[in-house]
Every structure is written in structure tokens, then in C-alpha cells.
């Protein structure tokens, strides 16, 4: 069975750090490129970082500086280090593998004093 499942959400006061942890089974993540979104209540899930099959990544403006998208496909996981959170960054967070159309169940993160 084909799954991603997210780990390392909760509380964190702002200025804070979370390491997010998403661990693929039944596919062979190396040969995947990985997204992590994030959605709010009542707004639209929205893109926070990618990585792709060979390393590379990219970030929206607002994760720039603050996230680490990083890979260790030994391990068929994908991290996302938030450093810096802002309350704004409050939000369930998912993994994808866009060419599965494949989505965990998300984490939630909550940044609040």
C-alpha cells in the first residue's frame, strides 16, 4: 500500500523550531519529487516547499529563509525544519507526492504563546 504519513507537529511558542517528518511505504520515494503544503482553517491548502528526485528545492515566499525542505531517501523521508515560526504558521501540515496524487493525513502545528 502506497502511503505517506506526517510526524514531528504540536505547541511550539513563536521564535520556536519543529522538525516535520514525512515517511513514505510502498513506493520507492528516491525517484519522487515532494511537496509540503499547509492549509488553514476556512483557506485553500497552500505550498510551502519542494523538493525534488535529485535534491533540489524551492520555497514560497513566505517559508523562504525561515524552512529546510531536505531528503534522506535511505530512510524514505522528507523533513521540513521551521525555524523562526510565526503564529501565522499555524496549520495542519501534509506531505505529497504529486505524480501519486498521494497525501498524508497531515500534522498540525500551532504556534502560539
Known amino acids: 500500500q502506497k502511503q505517506v504519513v506526517e510526524f514531528g507537529g504540536g505547541l511550539v511558542q513563536p521564535g520556536g523550531s519543529l522538525r516535520l517528518s514525512c515517511v513514505a511505504s510502498g513506493i520507492n520515494l528516491r525517484v519522487y519529487n515532494i511537496n509540503w503544503y499547509r492549509q488553514i482553517p476556512g483557506k485553500d491548502r497552500e505550498l510551502v516547499a519542494t523538493i525534488l528526485f535529485n535534491g533540489v528545492s524551492d520555497y514560497v515566499e513566505s517559508s523562504k529563509g525561515r524552512f529546510t525542505i531536505s531528503r534522506d531517501d535511505a530512510k524514505s523521508t522528507v523533513y521540513l525544519q521551521m525555524n523562526d515560526l510565526k503564529p501565522e504558521d499555524t496549520a495542519v501540515y501534509y506531505c505529497?507526492?504529486?505524480?501519486?496524487?498521494?497525501w498524508g493525513q497531515g500534522t498540525q502545528v500551532t504556534v502560539s504563546s
Open positions: 505529497n507526492v504529486p505524480t501519486l496524487a498521494l
